[in-house]
Structures are given as structure tokens and as C-alpha cells.
């Protein structure tokens, strides 16, 4: 974290960016590696502060399960509350559960519900995983970290960075100024006239799994990945 910091607060000398950019690079391999195997995925964003028992909880697991059964991996940010619960939704179901855990001054632990995780120190490396791997993004109720994936995604979508893969926002009335500040946007002539169609809003769990099926593996004609023996030494496929 230090040295993150560091690198931060303006310029350095060459050596520390050097070998700031080095440590970067390395943190990349070492996500693709572990990922690299994990079939395709819906990544579900959301808070780690809802517990077992909040309602919230209760919706991201079911949404967890219900998108395994389609064959998807879940991919969250791999800790605790609505994370866990999506990553648990998976397992109830027999399905695939990863994660793309984050080291914090108050480390993050790996929820138990992970097949497998990477654990990243930088979080613009973090965020191209969770987004790199994922044919489909589910945007459950969170705070700060949850708006910056989901403005990741949509921006890279918006300018076309990555394909129109669905956005789908889950908590009307959880995001309810987030819309309206949207149509302002909108109004304003800041985002252009169709933007507010990437992404969608639903509090039914089974229209957002008819969105993933037409938007997703109809229209992307999603097949199993071929499967590919990782190789030990490189650490692939492992926790």
C-alpha cells in the first residue's frame, strides 16, 4: 500500500516508476494466470457490508444461483456480503465461483464460497479483471467501490472499449437518485441521447436472466471455453 502511495504523490525518480511499473505488470500476469481458466463469467457487484439475514443478501444469492444455472461462472470482487452471497448462490447450485480478492490497510479475506481467487493489491488492475473475463455485469445495491466498477464498465462500453455486453442495474429504488441523475446527464447533453439504454434496471431476477440469454449467449453465440490443461509452474488455475 506504501508504495502505492508513493507513486501517487507526483513525480519519482526513474528507478521507482520503473519499478512501480514492473510490480504492475506483474500483478496483470498474475490475474490473467489464475483467471485464465475460468470459463465465461457474469460479474456481480456489490456491497461487503450486507450480512446474512439483510434482504439484500438474500437477492444476490439468489442471483448467483440462477445465473450458474446458465452455465456462467460468478465473478465477484471475492469478499464478504452481497460478494459472498453471489459466490455462495453459485456453490448452492453446483456452480462455478471466483473471485479477484483486494489487499486493504483492513485486509479483505476471501469469502468461503470461492472455487478459486487472485488476490491484487492495485485496484485499476482488480477492475480490468472483474471486467476483462465477463460477458454480462450485475450492478446490486453498494457504495463507493460498486459505483467505480460499474462506471468502469459502462464507460468502457460507451466508448466502445469492450463490446455492448448487458449492464443491469438490480434496486430500483436502492438507485433511484443514481437514475435521476442520469436523465440529468442526459437533459444536460453530457452522455448523448441513447446512453441510458447500456445498461438496464430490474428488481426481477427473472427478467435480468432473460436480458442475459438474449444479450449474452444469444447474441454473442457463447459456447463452453475449450478446455486447456493449466500449467503448474505458472501457478495457473490455483488459489
Known amino acids: 500500500m506504501k508504495s502505492e502511495i508513493q507513486f501517487l504523490d507526483g513525480p519519482q525518480s526513474r528507478w521507482d516508476e520503473l519499478l512501480f511499473t514492473m510490480k504492475t505488470m ?13 470459463g465465461p463469467c457474469v460479474t456481480v457487484f456489490g456491497s ?12 444476490a444469492r439468489q442471483v448467483g444461483s440462477e ?3 446458465l452455465g456462467f461462472t ?12 453471489a459466490n455462495r448462490g453459485a456453490k448452492d447450485v453446483g456452480g462455478k465461483s471466483v473471485g479477484c480478492n483486494i489487499v486493504l490497510s483492513k485486509e479483505q479475506k476471501p469469502n468461503p464460497y470461492l472455487d478459486h481467487w ?35 464498465a459502462i464507460t468502457l462500453i460507451q466508448t466502445h472499449k469492450i463490446s455492448a455486453f448487458p449492464v443491469i442495474i438490480s434496486g430500483r ?24 439504454k447500456l445498461f438496464q434496471v430490474t428488481d426481477s431476477i427473472e427478467e435480468a436472466i432473460n436480458i442475459i440469454k438474449e444479450q ?18 505458472l501457478q495457473e488455475g490455483t488459489k
Do not use: C
Open 26 to 38: 506483474l500483478e496483470f500476469i498474475k490475474g490473467f494466470r489464475h483467471l485464465h481458466f475460468v
Open 48 to 59: 461487503a457490508r450486507f450480512a446474512e439475514g439483510d434482504k439484500n443478501y438474500d437477492v
Open 67 to 69: 445465473i450458474a444455472k
Open 74 to 85: 460468478i465473478l465477484t470482487g471475492g469478499g464478504p456480503g452481497l460478494m459472498e452471497a
Open 118 to 152: 487472485v488476490t491484487i493489491r492495485y485496484f485499476f488492475v482488480r477492475k480490468t479483471l472483474l471486467i476483462k473475463y465477463s460477458y454480462a455485469f450485475i450492478v446490486l445495491p453498494g457504495g463507493f467501490g460498486t459505483m467505480d466498477e460499474y462506471f468502469e
Open 173 to 196: 429504488e436502492f438507485y433511484k437518485d443514481l437514475i435521476a441523475q442520469i436523465n440529468t446527464m442526459k437533459q444536460s447533453n453530457t452522455i448523448s441521447e441513447d446512453d441510458d
Open 216 to 233: 449474452s449467449i444469444l447474441k454473442y453465440k457463447l459456447k463452453p471455453h475449450k478446455k486447456i490443461k493449466p500449467w503448474s509452474w
